[in-house]
């Protein structure tokens, strides 16, 4: 089935020690989505890439980046994890922008120790 | 600008009975909107989409929302709920531009047996 899939479901990482969150789908769309969700909170967009055009939120920490090497793969990296970085990652695809649903990985939870 | 609110923060029903959770919208557009919903530790599944077409949308596992421009109201119901309904959903609206979603806050949904 056709689908997005993050990896790993569950990360670990050292206060400060760089992270790298995996996303890839089979959907062949064109927008991945990067969203943070905090505890009892809605998503919150990070970033999105059109194709191979990086769109950042006004909003989104310096320490927070993203690689998109191909159209089925995209990657989070956060530079040096605080403890507030501690959150849900998930990851979304949709095929165009304006109106398009969008498509949800099962996320990434991540501790920061 | 574009916005969502969800009325309620938590709704508790008894398994079997009628489910309604209510979204109030503002949008400068006509908006597409969407009913995602989220259970523990999971990502985001999308239940059913409003693209101006037929007001009553159908959805999956039985949920249906009606789209009243007057009211600028897209409340999510079904006749029967089931445990497995216990989830957190969001109404979520869509940036005409950017492809942007805009979450509502969510609403947790319990179901007693």
């Known amino acids: 089935d056709a689908m997005v899939i993050q990896n790993p479901r569950y990360q670990v990482t050292q206060f400060g020690k760089p992270v790298t969150l995996s996303c890839s789908q089979t959907l062949n769309h064109n927008v991945m989505y990067w969203y943070q969700q905090k505890s009892s909170q809605a998503p919150k967009l990070l970033f999105h890439?059109?194709?191979?055009?990086?769109?950042n939120e006004a909003d989104t920490p310096d320490n927070f980046q993203s690689r998109r090497p191909n159209t089925s793969f995209c990657f989070l990296d956060i530079r040096s994890p605080g403890l507030g970085d501690a959150a849900m990652y998930l990851c979304a695809t949709s095929r165009d922008l304006a109106g398009n649903e969008q498509y949800f990985g099962p996320g990434t939870r991540l501790t920061v120790t | 600008a574009q916005s969502v609110t969800q009325l309620d923060s938590h709704v508790s029903v008894s398994e079997g009975t009628p489910v309604l959770l209510r979204c109030n919208y503002s949008?400068?557009?006509?908006?597409?909107l969407f009913w995602y919903v989220q259970h523990p530790n999971k990502g985001l599944q999308l239940l059913l989409k409003?693209?101006?077409?037929?007001?009553l949308v159908k959805g999956i596992n039985g949920f249906e929302a009606e789209f009243k421009k007057s009211e600028t109201s897209f409340h999510l119901t079904k006749p029967s709920a089931h445990m497995s309904d216990a989830a957190e959903y969001f109404c979520v609206v869509s940036a005409p531009q950017g492809g942007k979603l805009i979450f509502g806050q969510g609403t947790e949904l319990s179901v007693k047996p």
């Open positions: 890439y059109y194709d191979k055009d990086f769109n």
């Open positions: 409003y693209t101006s077409a037929a007001t």
């Open positions: 949008s400068s557009y006509s908006p597409s």
